[in-house]
């Protein structure tokens, strides 16, 4: 059973760091591209950040660019989130997304999210 397992969240305040991790089961992870996506209640999931099947290229939302960094570690079946400089608006549950290259239809798994809140 496919299975991906995110860590990490938890209260920061604002300017604070966080890394989010994403554990993959049952899946060969460097087939894969990951991407992260968050929620807030009331609104669309949003992609945050994506990264290819060996890491080569990343993609970021405007709202992140030069703040967050995704990494992958294929030997462990995991993928990261480094969140720097937060901000209360990044308040969200993030979710980890991991998407078979080539033929998404056969392989597209989600895990259950981690809370991020971004407080004073």
């Known amino acids: 059973q496919v299975q991906l397992v995110e860590s990490g969240g938890g209260l920061v305040q604002p300017g604070g760091s966080l890394r989010l991790s994403c554990a993959a089961s049952?899946?060969?992870?460097?087939?894969?591209?990951v991407n992260w996506y968050r929620q807030v209640p009331g609104k669309e999931r949003e992609l945050v950040a994506g990264?290819?099947?060996?890491?080569?290229?990343?993609n970021y939302a405007d709202s992140v660019k030069g703040r967050f960094s995704i990494s992958r570690d294929n030997a462990n079946n995991t993928a990261y989130l480094q969140m720097n400089s937060l901000k209360p608006e990044d308040t969200a549950v993030y979710y980890c997304?991991?998407?078979?290259?080539?033929?998404?239809?056969?392989?597209?798994?989600w895990g259950k999210g981690t809370l991020v809140t971004v407080s004073s």
């Open positions: 997304n991991a998407r078979l290259f080539g033929n998404p239809s056969l392989g597209d798994y």
């Open positions: 990264i290819t099947r060996t890491g080569s290229s990343t």
């Open positions: 049952s899946i060969t992870f460097s087939r894969y591209t």
